[in-house]
């Protein structure tokens, strides 16, 4: 397939707001069971807030740029009940209401004790805005993943690794800005946050390496044979119907050549985990920002790679049709 | 239920691109507006079509055959371009099973593409909307047209009739009978889009010939005269034949 700029920051930048989300949930669920002590806890939540939201919007805004008619996005939350690109179109939206809502009664402090209950667990308002913005940010992450997952003839996409892709790359992502951002903010949570980070950045690895070993192997159901329905093991094409290219041959082929589709193979494999793991080790100790900063600046840049190597790497059985040009 | 579709004989198609002519022709003029083109007389071309054909050859050398294939959208029976579409611009009509895009809904994101096994959609990179074959809709039920011409415009343009148009849930249809007995297949089967559109296959045309067939033993014609004697052992077909 051929990768869409558009697509690719959608998906990696709604990812790190969807981490840092989760992240922010996470110290809230820590200092509610009072396993940690939060300083300043509504500036932290607070604009930790604004930044998943700013990340948020870049995605939603970076989406647009993929639509021929964006004027006429709206009608696609017709169909939730059979596309999961429609529900994605409705779930991103109330996630980011979610993170507003979130954000806000933190940051003003509004925050009245709904559950009745004392410490250790203080019945918070905010507290259970955060966990129905959870059920709805792992809700975000499958819809998304499963917009590639579900296209059962991409064979590449056709596996539940991509959606647990989808989860672990971005709640990795988001977690390393979260320590960086920690780092910044409330320096006594950048340990909590850098372990994390790199528990799930090494999970992720497991399963985005899973998912690479898997396409290595994969036996292509359809092959030129069943695409003109001829039984022949010698089918060569002589002509694709025209001369230069169409639409079939631009939106379906990468058209990078072998060398740079590998390079961008082992940039993304480098970028997105030992670089970050190491940037985090070495940071987390002494809450050093700029190197927290890096590990996620490098680690997002080889999340760009990584979805470029997703989409370039699917093969469209429709490709069989497009081989030669004459 | 009605089920639309075509027939493709690749046993008789001559890979004119009558077809594809006819196709965009008939569609760019019509009411939902042009077929968009880029360069269409200069390098790199490119453009907007609902049917394109293809050649492929098969076979090793020098037993080879060249096989030429129109493709167009195939109107599955299970499409799975139509439950994707976010906006329900990308529909399968219940009435006649034909599958259409609704220019107005259609948002140009593309998934309906991504999500045709058969490459049969292409966006139209000026109206920026999904277009693909609509089995002529607008010809086919035009009762301004003769009876005879109210057809796709590809298989009023075939010169060699490899293009037959009917409803594949007729049993007694043109197109079913000829899917039955003249062995039409369906393209990837493998998916389970059940495609309405068939083709029917490569057909070898053998006459068997003895030798005796060839050459009369006894001409009738040539009684009277003195026989040459033939070279043909035994009874000949001529020995056992009424004429
Ligand atoms: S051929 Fe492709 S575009 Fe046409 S109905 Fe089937 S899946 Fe949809
Ligand atoms: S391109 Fe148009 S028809 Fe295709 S899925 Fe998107 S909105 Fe639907």
């Known amino acids: 397939m051929h990768p869409a700029f558009s697509v690719i920051f959608l998906t990696t930048l709604s990812g790190v707001g969807q981490g840092l989300f989760l992240a922010l949930v996470t110290a809230q669920s820590y200092a509610a069971v009072g396993f940690i002590e939060l300083e300043n806890p509504s500036a932290f939540f607070g604009i930790g807030s604004l930044i998943a939201l700013l990340f948020l919007a870049a995605g939603l805004f970076a989406s647009f740029f993929h639509l021929g008619h964006p004027e006429r996005a709206w009608r696609s939350i017709a169909r939730w009940r059979t596309s999961w690109l429609s529900r994605e179109v409705i779930v991103l939206p109330l996630f980011m209401g979610v993170v507003f809502i979130y954000g806000v009664l933190h940051y003003f402090g509004w925050d009245p004790n709904v559950l009745g209950v004392s410490n250790p667990l203080q019945g918070q308002l905010s507290l259970l805005v955060g966990l129905v913005g959870t059920v709805i940010c792992f809700a975000l992450f499958v819809c998304t993943a499963m917009i590639y997952a579900c296209i059962k003839f991409l064979q590449e996409w056709h596996t539940p690794l991509t959606v647990a892709n989808y989860i672990l790359l971005g709640t990795a992502s988001g977690f390393t800005l979260a320590t960086a951002y920690a780092a910044i903010q409330a320096p006594h949570l950048t340990t909590l946050y850098a372990v994390w980070a790199v528990i799930i950045t090494l999970s992720a690895l497991v399963t985005r390496v899973w998912s690479l070993l898997r396409n290595r192997r994969i036996q292509y159901k359809s092959s030129l044979r069943t695409a003109v329905g001829i039984s022949h093991s010698n089918i060569v094409q002589k002509s694709q119907g025209f001369m230069a290219g169409s639409f079939n041959t631009r939106e379906f082929f990468h058209g990078a050549p072998r060398q740079v589709f590998l390079a961008i193979k082992w940039a993304f494999l480098v970028l997105v985990f030992p670089v970050p793991l190491l940037l985090l080790a070495a940071g987390m100790g002494s809450s050093a920002v700029a190197v927290l900063l890096a590990a996620f600046l490098v680690q997002y840049a080889g999340l760009i790679a990584e979805r470029w190597f997703f989409f370039a790497q699917a093969n469209h059985p429709q490709n069989l049709y497009y081989q030669t040009v004459g | ?243």
């Open chain 2, 1 to 243: 239920m009605t089920q639309l579709a075509l027939v493709i004989d690749l046993n008789v198609c001559v890979g004119c691109h009558a077809c594809v002519t006819s196709c965009k022709q008939w569609n760019t003029s019509g009411p939902a507006g042009y077929m968009s083109d880029d360069n269409p007389y200069d390098k790199d071309p490119t453009g907007t079509f609902f049917n394109r054909v293809q050649t492929f050859e098969v076979g090793n050398y020098p037993n080879t055959e060249t096989v030429h294939f129109p493709k167009s959208c195939l109107h599955c029976e299970d499409p799975p371009c139509v439950p994707v579409c976010p906006t329900g611009a990308s529909y399968k009509r219940e009435s006649d099973g034909i599958v259409l895009v609704d220019y107005d809904k259609c948002i140009g994101c593309k998934y309906c593409s991504w999500a045709c096994p058969y490459g049969m959609r292409e966006i139209d990179e000026h109206q920026k909307v999904m277009k693909k074959c609509t089995l002529c809709v607008d010809r086919i039920y035009d009762t301004s047209l003769p009876e005879a011409e109210r057809k796709p415009a590809c298989v009023m343009a075939c010169p060699t009739n490899a293009r037959l148009f009917g409803d594949v849930h007729d049993p007694e249809s043109e197109v079913s009978l000829a899917i039955r007995e003249r062995g039409g297949y369906p393209l990837m089967p493998e998916w389970g889009t059940k495609p309405a559109n068939h083709y029917l296959p490569r057909r070898k045309t053998r006459i068997t010939i003895h030798e005796d067939e060839l050459t009369r033993a006894d001409n009738p014609l040539k009684k009277e005269r003195k026989q040459a004697p033939h070279t043909i052992e035994g009874p000949t077909l001529d020995d056992s034949t009424m004429w």
